[in-house]
């Protein structure tokens, strides 16, 4: 039988489920050169063609950055050339997940605007800041850590004491993907920035 507080709880972790599921997919960059990536809201604000995916290199001397966009293992690197009026420019930073919104100046694409590619999160669950992360796991708090990036990754690297529950995983088994005892926080992270 379930109290008035498990439920709470177990909403809680349903909650922290739909944001695993929607926002911590495995980043798959899209965009080509030829068939570049248009998203529904710059096509209505006429911002014109994206590039959405992770960024390589960032040259301040040739004022050009390189993302790669494709789906994993058919990655193409593009290049894009910014300026004094390209806007979020501070976003450009190397392995992380943006979009890079440009137009074609000389057969050039030029960066217009960098936004982060961010998850929102669903009410109920909140943010937890790295450095509140690196003490839990460094005083041994009871938690469940769950990387939720593909197993293959997780096998790379992961933090001290996370379990992999995949996205994949918790596609196919849903609710069995997590632990019985739903009373000890439940900390979710994937490869992006949130």
Do not use: W
């Amino acid at each position: 039988m379930y109290r008035p507080a498990s439920l709470r709880k177990l909403a809680v972790v349903l909650l922290l489920l739909s944001f695993v599921m929607a926002g911590c997919a495995e980043q798959k960059p899209t965009g080509t050169a030829a068939s570049p990536a248009v998203s529904p809201a710059s096509a209505q604000k006429k911002e014109g063609p994206v590039y959405k995916g992770v960024i390589g290199d960032v040259s301040k001397k040739a004022k050009s950055i390189s993302i790669n966009v494709g789906p994993e293992g058919k990655t193409e690197s593009m290049l894009v050339l910014y300026d004094d009026k390209t806007a979020g420019i501070d976003f450009a930073k190397k392995g992380d997940s943006v979009t890079i919104a440009y137009e074609m100046r000389d057969q050039v694409a030029h960066a217009i605007s960098i936004k982060p590619n961010l998850a929102k999160l669903p009410d109920g669950v909140t943010e937890i800041k790295t450095v509140e992360l690196q003490g839990l796991v460094a005083k041994k708090a009871d938690m469940l850590l769950a990387d939720c990036r593909p197993e293959a990754r997780y096998a790379q690297s992961h933090l001290p004491g996370a379990v992999s529950i995949s996205v994949d995983k918790l596609a196919k088994e849903q609710a069995a993907a997590l632990p019985k005892e739903k009373d000890r926080l439940l900390v979710f992270y994937c490869g992006g920035p949130t």
